[in-house]
């Protein structure tokens, strides 16, 4: 672990030294980008990521969504951001504890899904990346991931003249670098915004809880659930200890990896429950494949009877964004 954090400082540094190129609104013909308004929804919290630094557009999201799923991000061309991060499971990877990367090795966390990120101000787990642009540097580089080099990646993406072309328009100059491919990828991944769930619609006014449903978001309150899973993110974006014992195969510590502070060990970024239906095996490991081990796991603690079981599960399912995983 202590590796993978001083892989996180060297990329840090790496990347905040191509800080300067910064995005324009003209492309290198002086032609306007098409700007977007970021989709924070109604009542939700500011998001916290600096969209001034990194101005959406149209065509600044359509460049990261090529990125994304491009494969020539990885070394061999076979694992791209899409591969670990699935659609269809609310950008987590489905069923699966942990991903598949090069040379047929495996990540040492479950793959969290990609979504509301530009509420977030720190990345994994354990929090050792501190802002979204510099986040994909990691399982990059990371050698049982990605494991190509950033210049390897600039590289491939340098040689291809439709990126060029694209990446003019966005940035206003066609050479590829660092921070502006990060920016790029960011732009992708701040339009991953969830917040059209049956919860959603409820809170909107604009459909109802049926009646297990509405007993269930009377559990997951009257349990205090809303401690660590807040509305309307479900996290409270903090680190927490869940009472799980250490992994023996993993010994993964967890933020003590990071801050090097006894009293973070075995604490883990709170996971939103948003899509929790889609995104399982859970915990950082993946150890629960189901809801089931999850309520078990909390008994002592939250007991729950098996008709609460049932009834928070039914409200849990509200928590699914049809759109998010369904959107083209």
Not at 56 to 62: D, F, I, N, R
Not at 219 to 231: L, R, S
Not at 284 to 309: A, C, M
Request: glycine share 6%; proline share 5%.
């Amino acid at each position: 672990m202590k590796t993978i954090f001083y892989i996180s400082v060297i990329l840090l540094l790496f990347a905040v030294a191509q800080w300067g190129i910064g995005c324009s609104k003209k492309d290198t013909d002086g032609n306007k980008l098409n700007l977007i308004q970021f989709p924070k929804p109604a009542d939700w919290p500011d998001p916290v990521y600096d969209f001034a630094s990194n101005p959406l557009s149209k065509e600044g999201v359509a460049l990261g969504k090529k990125l994304f799923f491009d494969g020539r991000l990885s070394k061999d061309g076979n694992f791209p951001c899409v591969s670990c991060h699935q659609p269809f499971a609310a950008f987590a990877t489905f069923e699966h504890d942990f991903s598949h990367g090069f040379n047929d090795q495996f990540t040492t966390r479950n793959a969290p899904g990609l979504f509301n990120l530009a509420w977030h101000s720190s990345f994994h787990h354990d929090g050792g990346i501190t802002h979204l642009d510099l986040q994909p540097l990691a399982p990059i580089t990371a050698p049982n991931e990605m494991a190509e080099t950033v210049q390897g990646v600039l590289d491939k993406l340098n040689a291809d003249a439709d990126y060029q072309k694209q990446f003019a328009k966005v940035f206003g100059t066609p050479e590829i670098s660092t921070a502006n491919m990060t920016k790029a990828l960011s732009q992708y991944m701040l339009m991953l915004v969830s917040s059209n769930s049956k919860y959603d619609l409820v809170k909107q006014g604009k459909a109802g809880f049926d009646v297990n449903e509405e007993a269930g978001y009377a559990i997951f309150q009257e349990k205090k659930c809303t401690t660590c899973h807040a509305e309307p993110l479900f996290t409270n974006l903090a680190f927490e200890s869940n009472g799980l014992p250490l992994n023996p195969s993993l010994n993964d510590l967890g933020r003590m990896s990071i801050t090097g502070n006894k009293a973070d060990s075995l604490k883990f970024k709170v996971p939103s429950l948003r899509n929790v239906a889609l995104t399982f095996p859970y915990m950082h490991d993946g150890r629960f494949w189901n809801l089931q081990d999850v309520y078990d796991h909390y008994n002592k603690t939250i007991p729950l009877s098996s008709v609460e079981r049932s009834l928070l599960t039914e409200f849990l399912k509200t928590l699914t964004d049809e759109k998010l995983v369904n959107n083209q």
